[in-house]
């Protein structure tokens, strides 16, 4: 975020080839990260519940199973950047990109806001399977 804002700073002081490197610089350090997992926390928390369900019943023999993928959406969740954030930065640098009038590679970065967006919609909007509670 803080390269995205330096970017900024730069557009408004006409410095766009300064502007256009701090936002390359945004977009290789949130191209490292993942907007498109669904909701993390509500996995984390089914997970949790499912594997008190599994030692209530004596089904120890799934729960290193659990742990694991509990491990897994635990690291999910420390790398997950907001998909808006990374939105906001292509439409930066899309804005940046046109005024220095290479509107080719602008609207390529315009697209994949949409791109961005549209599939944080999707997740956001789909129904989250939930693990089953109360299998026995």
């Given at each position: 975020?803080?390269?995205?804002?330096?970017?900024?700073?730069?557009?408004?002081?006409?410095?766009?080839?300064?502007?256009?490197?701090?936002?390359?610089?945004?977009?290789?350090?949130?191209?490292?990260?993942?907007?498109?997992?669904?909701?993390?926390?509500?996995?984390?928390?089914?997970?949790?519940?499912?594997?008190?369900?599994?030692?209530g019943i004596g089904r120890h023999e799934f729960i290193l199973r659990v742990d694991q993928y509990k491990e897994k959406v635990e690291q999910q969740m420390r790398k997950k950047i907001s998909a808006s954030n990374k939105a906001e930065t292509h439409?930066?640098?899309?804005?940046?990109?046109?005024?220095?009038?290479?509107?080719?590679?602008?609207?390529?970065?315009?697209?994949?806001?949409?791109?961005?967006?549209?599939?944080?919609?999707?997740?956001?909007?789909?129904?989250?399977?939930?693990?089953?509670?109360?299998?026995?």
């Open positions: 975020m803080a390269c995205n804002n330096l970017a900024c700073y730069y557009k408004k002081r006409g410095q766009l080839r300064t502007a256009l490197t701090y936002l390359e610089r945004a977009l290789d350090i949130e191209s490292k990260f993942d907007v498109y997992a669904p909701d993390s926390k509500k996995m984390h928390a089914d997970l949790v519940q499912y594997k008190e369900t599994l030692e439409l930066n640098t899309c804005a940046v990109l046109s005024q220095l009038t290479r509107h080719d590679l602008a609207l390529q970065h315009a697209n994949q806001a949409i791109i961005i967006i549209q599939t944080r919609l999707l997740f956001d909007f789909l129904p989250v399977q939930s693990v089953p509670h109360n299998r026995r």
